[in-house]
C-alpha cells in the first residue's frame, strides 16, 4: 500500500492527538503562563506532527529521516514541559500520564518509521531509498 499523504502515518496521528491533549490541558492553565510554558509546550507538541508532515512533503528519505529526530526531540521537549506542569500543579498525575503515554508511543513509532527507511524493512512512503552507499557518506 502506497502511502499517499502523511495524515495516514500512524505516527502522524498519534502526534496530532499529542497536540490536541496538550491544547487541551493548556487552555486551563494560568493567564500568566500564557506566554511562557503554554507558549512552549504547545509549541513542542505540535512541531512533532509538523515535521513528520514537513519531512514527508520533502519526498526525500534523507530529509525525512532527519525530521523524524527532530520530531523525537520535540516530543522529548513537550514530555518535560508536561513533568513541568504537573510539578508546578498545573496538571494532575492522570493528565501527565496521558501526555507521558502519548509521547512514549509516538517517539516508538518514529524509531521504527526511522529503522523502516534505513532499509530494515519495505518501506512505501517514498520513492527514494537511503543506499548503503549513502548511510557510509553521512
Avoid at 486551563?28 to 514537513?54: C, D, H, T
Avoid at 527507511?117 to 553521512?138: A, C, F, I, W, Y
Wanted: glycine letters at 6%; hydrophobic letters at 35%.
Amino acid at each position: 500500500m502506497k502511502i499517499k499523504s502523511f495524515e495516514e502515518l500512524e505516527v502522524w496521528q498519534k502526534a496530532h492527538e499529542l497536540t490536541l491533549l496538550v491544547y487541551r490541558l493548556t487552555a486551563k492553565f494560568p493567564r500568566q503562563e500564557q506566554s511562557g510554558l503554554v507558549s512552549q509546550m504547545r509549541r513542542a507538541s505540535s512541531s512533532v506532527a509538523a515535521n513528520i508532515s514537513e519531512g514527508y512533503g520533502r519526498r526525500t528519505t534523507r530529509e525525512l529521516l532527519h525530521s523524524l529526530r527532530v520530531a523525537n526531540g520535540e516530543a522529548e521537549e513537550t514530555r518535560y514541559f508536561s513533568r513541568l506542569s504537573k510539578d508546578l500543579g498545573y496538571i494532575g498525575q492522570e493528565d501527565y500520564a496521558a501526555v507521558n503515554q502519548l509521547c512514549e508511543s509516538v517517539n516508538r513509532l518514529l524509531s521504527a518509521l526511522g529503522r523502516s527507511l534505513n532499509g530494515s524493512s519495505p518501506v512505501t512512503t517514498h520513492q527514494s531509498r537511503v543506499t548503503l552507499k549513502d548511510r557510509r557518506e553521512r
